[in-house]
């Protein structure tokens, strides 16, 4: 295909071929979180040790994030259509090889097998919209896609949850099958975009493929277990973060040495390109991190359960639904610019509208901040991705949108990192500033701890002991909630700081002939 613009409405074949691409992305981005809430049925079902079950999802991120860049290559390789299909099929199969797993370790290597080939058809959905639409409806276009894109990890634990609890494990895999053969059939049958160059495979840079595996292989592994293992307290961490050094510098120097490198960094010196990937970076901190921290907070401080969490999370994905065909409109009238500062503002509010939970926060107390959050999100990502690749030429598309989403990803997985980190650190702090109250000589203390030992007087042995650790879990309790509001006040002000990039972000026209809108 030519790096002309597209002018005219794509036919109706290739409609249903850019639908059975959005039902191939959603499947491969619903299956990094639908374990999540199955993982003690998963782990009884191959008899693993809690070490081993994190593999399960952590294996498949790893392989993701190493295909997410390699995927530009490939679609010149075989062809945009030819990719998607093969890495379609791998997948569905991919996921019956996970069903069919009797041990941990052959459920690993299917998850990491999933992990790969579904980490192409992420870029490549992206990359379709801007080859096959023209920039007039790419609002309503990148509007299903940016719902796809937040709504799919939203319900997946929800939805593996009802399915665990409904059938069993296995069919959180099985449940693939079906949608994985109709995607690939439909690509197969009514999308063609470009033709394959097969001689470009004389021409890859294996070298530069090997440094890319060491860079993020590692990096992805130490960001996902890092907060656990004490970071660098742990051999394996320290050991982990050498090699990807060493993988990151071999990348970089093949990158801007090869003649055809395994990923083209050319593309940031697009200013657009540059700004939007770096706020695809930031959207990537709130939208994985608020599908973590939410229900960590709901279910540790709470006691919600799974069912309960759902529900609530599930306000955010319904307010991504229903405002996404408003939000796409206008986006096609209005200056991006805008519409993104809008959006980065109401992600930042929504935030701060969750600092001043209490350990008593109700199902209200979360709804209205969920909903404006997740109409933001859904305006961020939209228009990030439209600024990032609308000036760009066709040519350079399938590498930008893979380099865009390595940096939604990574700032997921670092956000998801010092989320943890921080949140470690500040539930420390807090407990240090709380736990100087518990003064046995004042009196509303001797209160408490009198209440609390006839509370118990009768199931304990040692009353006395029992109401003093009773008072400590209430204010580790109260720290916890502090450590959390910290972290939502944080993420809020964080968005308020994006803000100034949109002052360097080039105002495009909006125009069928060229640029972004």
């Not at 006691?303 to 599930?314: A, E, H």
Request: hydrophobic share 55%.
């Amino acid at each position: 295909m030519s790096d002309e613009k597209v002018t005219e409405m794509p036919s109706v074949r290739q409609r249903i071929g850019f639908v059975a691409v959005m039902l191939g992305m959603f499947m491969a981005i619903l299956d990094i979180q639908i374990v999540a809430s199955s993982l003690n049925e998963i782990q009884a079902g191959v008899s693993a040790t809690p070490d081993e079950i994190s593999w399960v999802q952590t294996a498949y991120l790893i392989a993701e994030i190493i295909m997410i860049p390699l995927s530009g290559m490939l679609t010149r390789w075989l062809s945009t259509h030819l990719t998607f299909v093969i890495s379609c099929i791998a997948f569905t199969v991919a996921s019956v090889g996970c069903a069919l797993a009797q041990t941990i370790d052959q459920l690993i290597i299917m998850r990491a097998i999933q992990g790969f080939v579904g980490g192409a058809m992420i870029p490549i959905a992206y990359a379709i919209s801007f080859k096959l639409f023209p920039l007039r409806v790419m609002g309503a276009v990148q509007a299903v896609i940016g719902m796809i894109a937040t709504t799919a990890p939203s319900i997946g634990p929800t939805l593996g949850g009802y399915i665990t609890q409904h059938a069993s494990w296995h069919w959180l895999f099985l449940m693939n099958v079906v949608p994985g053969i109709l995607a690939s059939a439909g690509v197969w049958f009514y999308l063609r975009i470009d033709k394959p160059d097969f001689s470009l495979f004389k021409k890859i840079d294996f070298l530069g493929l090997l440094y890319l595996a060491l860079f993020l292989g590692p990096l992805e592994y130490i960001l996902e277990e890092g907060p656990g293992d004490e970071w660098f307290d742990s051999t394996l961490i320290l050991l982990l973060s050498t090699v990807c050094a060493f993988g990151a510098l071999g990348f970089f120097w093949r990158a801007f040495r090869v003649t055809l490198p395994i990923v083209d960094l050319r593309v940031f010196r697009d200013r657009n390109f540059a700004l939007g990937a770096s706020l695809g970076f930031i959207i990537g901190i709130a939208l994985y991190g608020m599908v973590y921290l939410m229900p960590l907070f709901l279910g540790t401080v709470r006691g919600f359960n799974s069912f309960q969490i759902g529900q609530l999370m599930f306000v955010t994905g319904a307010s991504m639904f229903f405002s996404a065909p408003i939000i796409g409109r206008l986006s096609d009238k209005v200056d991006a610019r805008y519409m993104l500062a809008v959006g980065l503002v109401m992600v930042g509010v929504g935030s701060m509208m969750n600092a001043n939970l209490t350990d008593q926060a109700d199902f209200n107390q979360f709804m209205w901040p969920q909903m404006v959050r997740g109409v933001g999100l859904l305006m961020c990502l939209l228009t990030a991705s439209r600024i990032a690749m609308g000036t760009l030429p066709n040519s350079e598309i399938s590498n930008a949108a893979g380099l865009f989403n390595v940096l939604r990803n990574l700032g997921g997985a670092v956000g998801l990192a010092f989320m943890d980190t921080i949140r470690d650190i500040r539930v420390d702090y807090h407990w240090a500033q709380l736990i100087p109250a518990i003064d046995t000589s004042r009196a509303v203390v001797l209160e408490e701890l009198t209440k609390a030992q006839l509370a118990v007087a009768g199931a304990a042995s040692d009353p006395a002991a029992a109401a003093i650790k009773q008072i400590a879990d209430r204010v580790m309790m109260q720290a916890q909630v502090l450590a959390f509001n910290d972290l939502f006040l944080w993420i809020g002000a964080m968005y308020a700081c994006a803000l100034p990039l949109m002052f360097f972000i080039r105002k495009a026209r909006n125009e069928d002939t060229g640029g972004a809108h």
